[in-house]
């Protein structure tokens, strides 16, 4: 897998959500911490959860807004005077000592995952952007910036995403005899606006049923 990959509930490399919260890749459910959860919920450790989902083993798996909170404490500490008694209590060799050789082998690893994924992320730079088109939900190759695969698919999108009068009551009063300008009257709007109103609702039916007999693609000549 690569970053940005589907893993879980999220994605490979990252760990999605917003200031306040972040998002669990195994259940999707946002919290200010994953630690608690993970353990909990799933019965993965932060190491084994980073280690699935291809994040950084440094990485904390909190929110930004608590890491920001958490970076302000330790700030205010520096140079206090229980910071000062812990400073003269820390014994550096010991420290070193106590690093085991496993400690040391899983910083090398954690040293050349980071630089495999850098090797990815320049690789995968390249590739095709691809993402669900809002109307059929194929895939989008090579259309940066459109949420549609298909001129066809972009017109069925443009459609479903407009504010639309009462169209389909327009149409069924239509079929019972009414005419243009008493559907109007009942509406408020002019007897114009329900032609037009009726003629895109029909054509957007038509563009919904090719699609579904000829999948994605231009927009059909007859119908334009």
């Known amino acids: 897998m690569i970053p940005g990959d589907p893993s879980g509930h999220g994605r490979y490399g990252y760990l999605d959500g917003d200031d306040k919260r972040v998002m669990c890749h195994e259940c999707g459910k946002y919290y200010v911490s994953l630690g608690a959860h993970i353990g909990r919920a799933h019965g993965l450790s932060a190491d084994d959860y980073r280690k699935t989902h291809g994040l950084p083993q440094r990485m904390t798996l909190i929110s930004p807004e ?115 300008q008493a559907i109007g009257d009942m509406y408020g709007v002019s007897h114009v606006a329900v032609r037009m109103g009726i003629k895109a609702y029909r054509r957007y039916l038509g563009d919904r049923e090719f699609l579904a007999e000829h999948g994605p693609g231009e927009v059909p000549e007859k119908r334009v």
């Open 66 to 180: 608590l890491r920001r909170r958490k970076t302000d404490i330790g700030r205010s500490i520096v140079g206090s005077e229980a910071w000062e008694k812990l400073v003269a209590k820390r014994d550096p060799v010991a420290a070193s000592h106590s690093r085991d050789k496993g400690a040391f082998e899983v910083r090398g690893l954690d040293v050349e995952r980071q630089r495999q994924r850098a090797k990815q992320n320049i690789a995968g730079a390249s590739r095709p952007i691809t993402r669900k088109c809002k109307a059929c939900g194929g895939l989008i190759r090579g259309r940066k910036g459109h949420v549609t695969c298909s001129p066809l698919c972009q017109r069925i999108s443009t459609y479903e995403g407009k504010k639309r009068a009462p169209v389909e009551e327009w149409v069924r009063l239509r079929e019972e005899g009414r005419t243009l």
